[in-house]
């Protein structure tokens, strides 16, 4: 899949522009709170101030231009530094791509200057555990992780525990959705609560839609088989099952991802990149993006046009049934002072302060902490009370390479470069020398 990767990137830098949130004025502040605090100290642990790297994915990769306006997750580290608890933070972003990031940790880990923090995705759990030694909470605060935990909603931690541990802090929880432009809607004279309403409604409305601008009125926001989960689990089928077995061969599955190549064929589906769909969604010639909600910050603040949000049509007759996504903060310092040096930075990120800072990135609200919703999340939330199951947990050591083969054939079968049927089975075909031995 040579796009992945780009597809990737793109998902991470849309989410950079956020809200206009003044990194000079958030400082100014946390820098008063942090008055009081001496400088020069250091956490009674270590015998001298301790730093830290935090690697994660929303920062300026090398060889980009850094964005304008400083992500959250930079004002998070500032905010946290500007205390002067002796644990200083230091961001780093090798690249914009998940999966990327966690290759040069592991590296980084062989070479024994392991990062403190990485920002691991929900589908990388088994290979943070297997593949790279993820240090639980647990082991790192002791009796401390609950404290922390409590301030979470019971249904986000089941994303981040295996072996009756929490391998890691949730950050980053979102969902698919469908954005769309309400101009291009209005010229139409289409209700989105009609089209958006079930796939056959989609398919009957669409033309009426592509009328208005000419193009195709679908793009592709995410890794495709983030999509394609959610898609297929509306349909009664899955991508994995309890034993982490494909089963995206199933009559369902090869139903609901015929849904999106019957599109394509339609001329209603935009074959390209993410950056292509991204662009032209921007730009006003393509009418409805399927992505994160964590995009919602940088789209509100880049598109000239009216911008709606809608959850995604279900297939008649069956409940929509959407897959989270996102990441959590994972420990892999291997040296205890630094173990207790992050576990100082995970608490901070995981109080309400720390939590303002982070919701202004659009992702959803994973703790019991009372923020407002921002305008246009309604329909992530409305997702999220009908219950959002776990982004597929890919299997084993090799989990990386079952995704990547999955996501192959997902954009193929798309393309209708392969049919649903033959490449759903070639893909399980593909994967199954890789999975563990059970």
């Known amino acids: 899949m040579a796009d992945r990767d780009q597809q990737a ?29 001496a400088l020069g100290s250091w956490p009674a642990f270590a015998a001298k101030p301790v730093e830290i790297v935090f690697m994660h994915v929303w920062g300026t990769p090398p060889g980009q231009q850094a964005a304008a306006t400083a992500h959250p997750v930079q004002l998070l580290i500032d905010a946290f530094n500007a205390k002067n608890t002796g644990v200083t933070v230091r961001g780093e972003t090798p690249s914009g791509d998940y999966f990327a990031t966690l290759q040069k940790a592991q590296a980084q880990l062989a070479a024994g200057r392991p990062p403190a923090l990485v920002t691991t ?38 994303l981040v525990t295996a072996n009756k541990e929490t391998v890691g802090l949730p950050l980053a929880f979102s969902c698919p959705v469908m954005y769309y432009n309400k101009d291009i809607f209005k010229k139409a004279g289409v209700d989105p609560a009609e089209l958006f309403k079930d796939w056959d409604s989609f398919k009957r409305l669409g033309p009426k839609i592509k009328a208005v601008t000419g ?17 297929i689990q509306c349909n009664g089928g899955r991508v994995l099952d309890d034993n982490s077995r494909p089963v995206w061969d199933s009559k369902e599955a090869v139903a609901a991802m015929q849904t999106i190549a019957d599109l394509n064929k339609g001329g209603l589906y935009l074959q390209s990149t993410v950056p292509e769909a991204n662009a032209a969604f921007i730009a006003g010639s393509l009418a409805i993006w399927m992505a994160s909600i964590a995009s919602l910050g940088s789209l509100s603040k880049q598109v000239k046009f009216e911008l709606g949000t809608s959850p995604f049509p279900v297939f008649a007759g069956k409940p929509r049934k959407m897959s989270s996504g996102g990441s959590f903060v994972g420990c892999y310092a291997r040296n205890k002072d630094e173990q207790q040096a992050a576990w100082e930075f995970i608490k901070f990120v995981g109080s309400k302060e720390g939590m303002g800072v982070w919701l202004k990135t659009g992702y959803l609200n994973a703790t019991k902490f009372d923020f407002p919703m921002l305008p246009g999340q309604d329909a992530a939330y409305i997702q999220l009370r009908e219950g959002l199951t ?31 049927e033959e490449g759903t089975r070639q893909a399980k075909q593909q994967v199954m020398p890789l999975l563990p031995k059970a």
Do not use: C, M
């Open 9 to 37: 990137v793109q998902r991470q830098q849309h989410e950079r522009q956020e809200h206009g949130f003044n990194r000079r004025t958030f400082l100014r502040g946390a820098s008063a709170a942090a008055g009081a605090s």
């Open 121 to 158: 995705p929900w589908s990388q759990i088994n290979f943070a555990i297997q593949g790279l030694g993820v240090v639980s909470l647990e082991k790192i605060s002791g009796n401390q992780a609950q404290q922390v935990l409590a301030n979470y909603q019971d249904s986000v931690l089941p």
């Open 215 to 231: 193009n195709p009125i679908l793009g592709l926001g995410n890794n495709a088989d983030w999509e394609a989960q959610s898609i």
């Open 390 to 420: 776990r982004e597929s947990a890919w299997p084993g050591s090799r989990a990386a390479e079952i995704q990547k083969v999955w996501g192959t054939y997902v954009e193929r079968i798309w393309a209708n470069d392969i049919s649903a």
